[in-house]
């Protein structure tokens, strides 16, 4: 099999990593519209070879769209124009836009909305690492819009990665991840703003920041081409959990502000049942 | 030397375990009033011995408060009052309360106020850990107030947990806390409280909580045994904080609610600027 990864950054170099390690693929093509980005890939060895988007659809017969969602927007429709029977999946974070965009393409069933939720806080080919989906949850979006046969071979690629396939249709993928994966990086984004904003000296943080500050804040790295886009796609389901949790903040200040160790003590109890389902 | 640690929690034990192994101490003598985590403290070997408040004071040569900043300002005076020339230090994360209240008392100065900046979100004995403070800050307030002595055999003690020693006034480590450490735990309970609220269903919450929700809401997890009197004491200071962070996420929810991506972007830049100081 040959594979084409369209995007050489974190998500899309650590598949073409493991892909090919893991003898899912014999050849990986990159796609890579960065020319720093394409060298590093090419000479860190994260694909075969880095060959133009058409060469690259042409040559391929499963065709990974690693690209920050808005771009994927524009480019999956322009890709299922190019193919006949070859395999298509993106990879974003957020799916109804993406759906949409092709839900009348003659070409639909060839192509599978896939969101494997698996990444760190870095990008670029850089931060491409083996073993980076290992065990972790993958969705797969409106299956049924999908060719079974097509379905069959991303089932085996994201087993081959090693993730647990979930079902759920784009709407309701959007809807959940606003709540338990993108309003923690806003939170993240907002902790960042507040620290940098009070604490000048920022060698105060530097010497202060324990190992929990650090694992909140760290989020806060993440790439804004990937996540403008995502916020913005998925507009109406993230307003709507930030505006949850602007309520439960105010909450906690006001508990604070009343000096109230009682409803402080309630509500850090109620956020406690999350050890229940966290590890 | 002999080390008397009272409040057999993740901080005590985790003391008492490396101040024996590495040394430190000759004997580690435990109080804790709790029967259950008493029994399990002597039971896992974290003390030598689990003793009576006034025993484990006349004992001991160096005495470590390490129970909630609520009832270590209640405690600290008495402990001081049946104290000479023995050495007594708290570890808690608020300063000033414990500042003030033993501000004129005689044994003042065989007092020294420590904050070891190192934890996890568990509790308990059997959250005790060796190595928990090795290579992370250790602040040490007020220090003037406090026999250059006492000062020196808490250096040392310090040192022997490899920690970084910071000097600062109680009430600027309150200020600084208040920025670094205690504003990531409220919105880490803020982040739970929104997710449970919003996601009735905890198994996608399982089965879609991904490496980024875990660490940002990991803290979540923190004991109300501890939190409510830090939040409670340092009021003032967290408040002030709170209130510029409800300011910067209803930044982001104006810029996310008029779809308007070049804000979105320019507060996600404005947070990146985190990765030159953490990490």
């Known amino acids: 099999m040959k594979v084409g990864v369209i995007g050489l950054g974190l998500i899309g170099g650590s598949m073409a990593i493991d892909l090919k ?3 899912f693929a014999e050849e990986v093509l ?3 519209s960065e020319p720093v980005n394409a060298a590093a890939a090419e000479k860190i060895g994260i694909v075969d070879r880095v060959v133009a988007l058409e060469d690259c659809v042409s040559e391929s017969d499963v065709i990974v769209l690693a690209v920050p969602v808005g771009t994927a927007v524009r480019m999956l429709p322009r890709i299922l124009d ?5 395999v298509v999946i993106d990879v974003c974070s957020t799916k109804e836009h993406l759906a949409r965009s092709v839900k ?3 070409q639909r069933k060839q192509y599978v909305a896939t969101h494997p939720m698996a990444g760190t806080e870095y990008s670029g080919p850089w931060a491409a690492m083996p073993g980076l989906f290992d065990g972790h949850a993958c969705i797969i979006c409106d299956s049924e819009e999908s060719s079974p046969k097509a379905v069959r071979t991303v089932e085996e690629l994201y087993s081959t990665l090693n ?3 979930i079902y759920m249709n784009s709407s309701n993928h959007d809807v959940h991840t606003a709540y338990v994966s993108h309003i923690s990086h806003v939170t993240s984004f907002a902790l960042a703003l507040t620290v940098l904003d009070k604490e000048k000296d920022e060698k105060h943080i530097f010497d202060l920041a324990s190992g929990g500050f650090s694992s909140t804040v760290r989020l806060a790295k993440s790439s804004p081409d990937m996540w403008t886009p995502i916020l913005s796609q ?3 389901n993230v307003l709507h959990v930030m505006d949850t949790y ?8 006001d508990a604070v502000a009343d000096g109230d160790e009682d409803r402080i003590r309630a509500l850090i109890e109620d956020a406690n049942r999350i050890r229940r389902i966290i590890r």
């Open 21 to 23: 390690r893991r003898g």
């Open 30 to 32: 990159g796609v890579e």
């Open 82 to 86: 190019m193919v006949s029977d070859k």
């Open 104 to 106: 009348y393409h003659p």
């Open 163 to 165: 993730m647990r396939v």
């Open 234 to 236: 998925n507009r109406e």
């Open 246 to 253: 602007i309520e439960k903040m105010n909450a906690f200040r």
